[in-house]
């Protein structure tokens, strides 16, 4: 608890929310001693972590406005969440895992540095695994959703959604993609009630009643994402003929994709740093530039089906039959973990 309720409002919230789910209970809390205001490294100003029976839950302070309202918005307090995040705790595990604050903080920073924030329903592949310090874990990709048994907050600086992180395998990050994160997440509650993340635990897209979800969302949901962010996605024209150009490593995601967005009459964005191709269903061929520079590209259910057999994580080069004058090039792709650092390469 702060000791002058009236000089961090903010951060008193947070800490009374937490005292009416764990009445009593102090947390191990651990601060940013420079905090990112004066320069340092790590925007969120501190995160606890509260002991339960099988697993530690982790509360962010620093995503909201915790000391006084500086964001125009009053309905909002500074992002609009905090992060949460349940861990699994051995039995006889007294040290919290620092590693899970340590990716708080990488997440936070994504957030300021980039203007991006999240919210219920986001994804995102972590190009490696969760705690760096297991590399044989299967969790490698996150997503987000309201924390079931915090929710959400009304603050003096506005409201703040505890938004819980998941991690997921690179199996479940796929589904995601082809049908929709919150109704995954829903799929795993039998089996994970909290959503806890266990860097212990195997893939469950395989488990009857999951794959049986699944199946069934796919075929009558398709899918709810609407971009796709990948680190090459460009296009250029020449002598009549059109070349889009995708990574190797995004290539297979892009097919699964479009498979499961086109045929329920929905496009797809594929944005890249320098360029983006905006894909979507017609009864005919039909290229064009927009004023942004956007490749806008209508295509039958003929080139959607050669398509999706194609994209693969192999570098070439394929002149559509169904398509002549379309051509799709697939690059080498370099894979990067949390820090940038290039750790394999694809295609």
């Known amino acids: 608890m702060t000791e002058d309720t009236d000089e961090y409002p903010g ?16 947390p191990q809390h651990y601060g940013t001693l420079i905090k990112w205001a004066l320069g340092g490294p790590d925007p969120l100003d501190g995160v606890s972590f509260h002991r339960r029976d099988d697993h530690w839950h982790l509360v962010s302070y620093g995503m909201s406005e915790l000391y006084r309202k500086e964001w125009d918005d009053p309905a909002q307090s500074g992002w609009g969440f905090e992060f949460t995040f349940r861990v699994a705790r051995p039995a ?3 040290a919290p895992p620092l590693w899970a604050a340590n990716f708080l903080q990488a ?27 297991r590399p044989d874990t299967a969790i490698r ?3 987000f959703t309201d924390d079931p048994e915090l929710g959400v907050i009304d603050t003096p600086h506005g409201q703040v ?16 993609e082809q049908w929709d994160a919150q109704r995954l997440l829903d799929a795993l509650r039998p089996r994970l009630p909290l959503l806890v993340t266990d860097l212990d635990r195997v893939d469950l897209t395989g488990d009857a009643g999951v794959a049986a979800a699944i199946s069934r969302g796919v075929r009558e949901d398709g899918s709810s994402t609407g971009a796709l962010f990948v680190a090459e996605a460009s296009w250029q024209q020449r002598d009549g003929a ?45 290229l064009a530039q927009e004023a942004d520079g956007l490749l806008d590209l209508q295509i039958t259910p003929e080139v959607l089906a050669e398509l999706a057999g194609l994209l693969r994580p192999v570098a070439g080069v394929h002149r559509l039959a169904a398509a002549p004058e379309l ?17 394999a390469e694809v295609g």
């Open 11 to 26: 951060w008193d919230a947070i800490d009374a929310a937490l005292g009416r789910l764990y009445p009593g209970v102090e």
């Open 92 to 94: 006889d595990e007294d």
């Open 107 to 133: 997440l936070a920073r994504y957030v300021f540095g980039s203007g991006n924030g999240f919210g219920p329903g986001h994804h995102l592949d972590l190009n490696g695994p969760v705690c760096a310090e």
């Open 141 to 143: 990709a996150a997503a």
């Open 161 to 176: 959604r505890f938004l819980q992180v998941v991690g997921l395998t690179l199996e479940e990050y796929a589904v995601v």
């Open 242 to 286: 059109t070349t889009v150009t995708v990574g190797a490593n995004a290539a297979a995601r892009i097919g699964r994709v479009l498979a499961a967005r086109l045929p329920f009459d929905r496009e797809l964005y594929l944005a890249g740093p320098e360029g983006g191709v905006r894909i979507r269903p017609g009864g005919r061929l039909a």
């Open 327 to 343: 051509t799709v090039r697939i690059v080498r792709s370099q894979i990067r973990d949390q820090s940038g650092a290039v750790v």
